[in-house]
């Protein structure tokens, strides 16, 4: 932690100056010349209001101060010095150079030797802390929870610090008044000063620091430094049940951290291969895992953790004659157990794709026949969403879409293909039996259904983990197709507002993370070629083949052509009444607003 500041810092300079754009939008600029950092940001013009009086102008004041701060620094650093931070005190800006570490790179940080001369604003490091725990850790909640993470580094903990430099950067992508830049080039070179330190916190700061490559838009960097991350845990046998005992320091709650850390980097491996269509991964099928299954976020949270219960107790929970109630964690395990499997059985080429289907409806079914009661609904007894319950919850609903669509009258549009963060058509073809389809629409439209009551729970979109976006976008093309099978004004009317809902919360999260603009253009250029009156026509006339394209693997690239998987909003809660008491045999109710009970 920075020591406070005393009587004799320097106060930080205030902005008197934003540009056009930053004032047009009542945002917090930083008056950077020719370009404030906001605009740098998101790719927009930066430009300033002409000055009313005489003098220089700001781009030649900040000219002269340049040239004054380089003159101070040639004063005060001789040649064998290399400067981590120079501070101009004729100016009262602040300069902040952020130099690689002299230890050999991982590869990942050769760039890393970065200078800038900017306006700094006075943020408080420790509520970036506080940002984080408030908006990100309940989707990803595999760091110590907020009390003890902040005990440990008020002690003092020198392997902490890599790992508060990273949960400072995620917490500035939700502080609109730090600029999110300067805390990632310090999360840069803190990982790469670390790099010989194999240490389990810095696990945890190369899988967080990866997601939130990943959610940039940066995927090669962020898979780059998950295999590291990965590579490091395996190196220290973070998948063994010993683990947790050697490094848990005799505190329960620390063991419990690095149980999760485990499955979340399994959850986040998982992720990146499925968005990437690659059908094995390295934790998929590792041999001699033993790692205990994490608890309740209740219990967690509290400090109060009991035994943990081990995958071979989950399953064969059908067969306790008392229901054992699981962590929302161990159901979201589960689940991409199940999305696991059907990567498996595609891989080794072993069953048809209907066996296929049909194994893997029967433990989607499962999965959701043997929820205990209070998992049924992503709701807390205190009537917050249950994030990670919510992550699972999509996850089935998303892999019952993708079994189900390539054979239901739901079909592709020509701009699916051209999509690169949403689900592309199959490839291949196989005959299907005619009077299976309309019991696979029937399936696919439910699963919809159940989609958009759960985007309408009590809860700020805000706070979802970024992985629920992607799946929310590959949601978001499957109602366009919806849209298209009944194009009357009443029933097209509940698939466009299903569809707005999609669109919503994909773009609530769009100014946080970079990735959700690319899925928002993808789910609006699918909704523009497919929506328009013309095209709703042609639909309207055309009739589904007797067939569906099914995956091809191949072998040398281990490519999965078909992606069944997640593509990589105001808070009103619109029809979420609409829930269809039983299955009908004519699916078509399930888009008729008449069909369904009057609230």
Not at 41 to 48: I, L, N, W
Not at 86 to 115: H, V
Not at 305 to 319: C, H, M, N, S, V
Not at 354 to 368: I, P
Request: hydrophobic content about 40%; proline content about 6%; glycine content about 4%.
């Amino acid at each position: 932690m920075s020591a406070p500041p005393t009587s004799s810092a320097k106060p930080v300079e205030r902005v008197n100056l934003a540009c056009l754009q930053c004032r047009a939008r009542h945002v917090k600029c930083d008056s950077s010349q020719p370009i404030c950092n906001r605009c740098r940001r998101d790719g927009k013009a930066c430009d300033y209001a002409k000055s009313r009086r005489g003098g220089l102008d700001k781009a030649a004041l900040a000219q002269r101060r340049l040239a004054l701060l380089h003159q101070q620094q040639e004063q005060s650093v001789t040649p064998n010095q290399t400067p981590k931070s120079c501070t101009s005190s004729s100016s009262g800006g602040k300069s902040d150079q952020l130099e690689r570490s002299d230890a050999p790179s991982l590869g990942l940080y050769d760039s890393i030797s970065i200078g800038s001369t900017e306006i700094t604003f006075a943020v408080d490091s420790d509520r970036l802390v506080q940002l984080y725990f408030e908006y990100f850790h309940a989707g990803h909640p595999f760091l110590l929870p907020q009390q003890f993470f902040t005990q440990r580094l008020q002690s003092g903990a020198q392997d902490m610090k890599i790992l508060e430099a990273v949960v400072q950067y995620v917490g500035s992508r939700y502080a609109p008044w730090a600029t999110s830049e300067v805390y990632r080039r310090k999360a840069e070179s803190a990982l790469a000063a670390s790099e010989h330190e194999a240490t389990p916190f810095r696990v945890q700061a190369l899988l967080l620091f990866s997601i939130t490559n990943h959610y940039c838009s940066e995927w090669g960097m962020g898979s780059t430094i998950l295999e590291t991350a990965i590579s490091l845990a395996l190196a220290l046998g973070m998948n063994t049940h010993e683990f947790s005992g050697q490094y848990g320091e005799g505190s329960p709650v620390l063991e419990e951290s690095w149980r999760r850390t485990f499955w979340s980097l399994y959850v986040t491996e998982q992720h990146y291969a499925v968005v990437k269509r690659i059908i094995s991964f390295t934790l998929r099928d590792l041999p001699g895992v033993s790692v205990g299954l994490p608890c309740e976020e209740i219990e967690y949270e509290s400090g109060v953790i009991p035994q943990p219960k081990t995958l071979a107790d989950y399953d064969i929970r059908e067969l306790d004659e008392v229901e054992v109630v699981f962590s929302s964690f161990t159901y979201l395990i589960d689940g991409l157990r199940i999305v696991s499997e059907l990567m498996r059985n595609f891989g080794d080429f072993k069953a048809s794709w209907e066996e296929t289907t049909v194994y893997t409806d029967a433990r989607l079914s499962a999965w959701s026949s043997l929820l205990p009661a209070c998992k049924k609904e992503s709701i807390l007894p205190d009537g917050s969403v249950d994030e990670v319950m919510f992550f699972a919850h999509l996850t089935i609903l998303i892999l019952t879409v993708q079994i189900h669509r390539p054979a239901s009258s739901l079909a592709w549009s020509t701009e699916e293909w051209q999509t690169a963060f949403i689900p592309r058509p199959p490839m291949g073809m196989v005959q299907i039996k005619p009077e299976r389809r309309n019991v696979n629409t029937a399936k696919v439209l439910r699963a919809l259904e159940k989609q958009t009551q759960l985007l309408t729970l009590p809860s700020p979109l805000i706070l979802h983990a970024p992985f629920t976006m992607c799946i929310v976008a590959g949601f978001a093309a499957a109602h366009v197709a919806s849209c298209t099978l009944f194009p009357d004004d009443r029933r097209l009317a509940v698939g466009r507002d299903r569809l707005r809902l999609c669109i919503g919360a994909i773009r609530a999260c769009a100014d946080i993370w970079p990735l959700n603009r690319h899925m928002l253009r993808d789910a609006q250029n699918i909704a523009k070629g497919t929506l328009s009156p013309p095209t709703i026509m042609s639909h309207q006339t055309a009739r589904a083949p007797l067939e569906f394209e099914v995956p091809e693997v191949t072998k040398q690239t281990n490519e999965l052509d078909f992606d069944f998987s997640v593509g990589p909003m105001s808070e009103v809660d619109i029809f979420s009444a609409l829930e269809v008491p039983g299955m009908p045999q004519d699916w078509s109710a399930l888009l008729d607003p008449s069909s369904l009970p009057t609230v």
